[in-house]
Nanobody
Framework: QVQLVESGGGLVQPGGSLRLACAAS????????MSWYRQTPGKERELVAG????????NYQDYVMGRFTISRDNGKNTVYLQMNSLKPEDTAVYFC?????????????WGPGTQVTVSS
């Protein structure tokens, strides 16, 4: 059973940092690219960053470039998102899923996500 579980969110002040984690199970994690997405109420889920299976390549959306870093530990079946210099507009529920620039549709159900709130 393919499962994704995100953690690490919370309330942080503008300019602060958080590190999110996504634990994967039920598939050969080390063989697949992974991505982080985020969603705010009333908006579609949007891609944030992706990492290839062996970490040989990463991509970032413009709005997080230079502030966020995606990484993975294939031995722990976990993908991370280090978020620095957080802004109020980064407030969202963050999810991970399988894929690089595009979601691998139908492969993994969305996890519960983890709420990130950036506010003073």
């Amino acid at each position: 059973q393919v499962q994704l579980v995100e953690s690490g969110g919370g309330l942080v002040q503008p300019g602060g940092s958080l590190r999110l984690a996504c634990a994967a199970s039920g598939f050969a994690f080390g063989s697949y690219p992974m991505s982080w997405y985020r969603q705010t109420p009333g908006k579609e889920r949007e891609l944030v960053a992706g990492v290839l299976s062996g970490s040989e390549g990463r991509n970032y959306q413009d709005y997080v470039m230079g502030r966020f870093t995606i990484s993975r530990d294939n031995g722990k079946n976990t993908v991370y998102l280090q978020m620095n210099s957080l802004k109020p507009e980064d407030t969202a529920v963050y999810f991970c899923n399988v894929g690089y620039y595009r979601l691998l549709e139908g492969f993994a159900p969305w996890g519960p996500g983890t709420q990130v709130t950036v506010s003073s």
